[in-house]
């Protein structure tokens, strides 16, 4: 079945990096646009970013414009979203979903957490 | 960025009966709705798309409907499994994709 697993969450001090992980399974990921998507505790969802298929066609949030960047692996079935200078705003469970307009799956979440 | 207004913020409904949620975006975003549900501790699930077109798996009794401004989702005959928080989402003007703030569907 279609599944996707992020990974890398965690506990990070103000300034820092974080690199999350979605590995799909249970469909040809080189065939979907990929989207990263989070929402802060108690709160509602925020867009993030997305991919195209091949990598070449990204967009950004004006929120975490110049602070993430989304990547992802075909070869791995794998996406990535690496953040840098993660402010405490930033704290939050973060989605991965496929597709790029309506999302039609998504991840059980990571939970990041910004804090000193 | 257009921003998506769903109400009321919460609504009490008993179990049998019928929810009539609503979204309003700022400005016209055609038919470009998605509606999602999420219950606690749980990721969103895909409810609807194009405003009315049900997703894979979404039973007949959870319609989805509007154009332009104004959209709504009706949930007829409420199971218990209905009870959750639901957001409407436009991608007719991107990016940014933008959520409404969620409605919050609790049994009465």
């Known amino acids: 079945q279609v599944q996707l697993v992020e990974s890398g969450g965690g506990l990070v001090k103000p300034g820092g990096s974080l690199r999350l992980s979605c590995a799909a399974s249970?469909?040809?990921?080189?065939?979907?646009?990929m989207s990263w998507v989070r929402q802060a505790p108690g709160k509602g969802l925020e867009w993030l970013s997305y991919i195209g298929t091949s990598g070449s066609t990204i967009y950004y949030a004006d929120s975490v414009t110049g602070r993430f960047t989304i990547s992802r692996d075909n070869a791995r079935n794998s996406l990535y979203l690496q953040m840098n200078s993660l402010r405490a705003e930033d704290t939050a469970v973060y989605y991965c979903?496929?597709?790029?307009?309506?999302?039609?799956?998504w991840g059980q979440g990571t939970l990041v957490t910004v804090s000193s | 960025e257009i921003v998506m207004t769903q109400s009321p913020a919460t609504l009490s409904v008993s179990p049998g009966e019928t929810a009539t949620l609503s979204c309003r975006a700022s400005?016209?975003?055609?038919?470009?709705v998605a509606w999602y549900q999420q219950k606690p501790g749980q990721a969103p699930r895909l409810l609807f798309y194009g405003a009315s077109t049900r997703a894979t798996g979404i039973p007949a009794r959870i319609s989805g409907s509007g154009s332009g401004t104004e959209f709504t989702l009706t949930i007829s005959s409420l199971q218990s499994e209905d009870f959750a928080v639901y957001y409407c989402?436009?991608?007719?003007?991107?990016?940014?994709?933008?959520f409404g703030q969620g409605t919050k569907l609790e049994i009465k």
């Open positions: 249970g469909f040809t990921f080189s065939d979907y646009y």
């Open positions: 979903a496929r597709g790029l307009h309506d999302l039609d799956c």
């Open positions: 400005q016209s975003v055609s038919s470009n």
């Open positions: 989402q436009q991608y007719n003007n991107w990016p940014p994709y933008t």
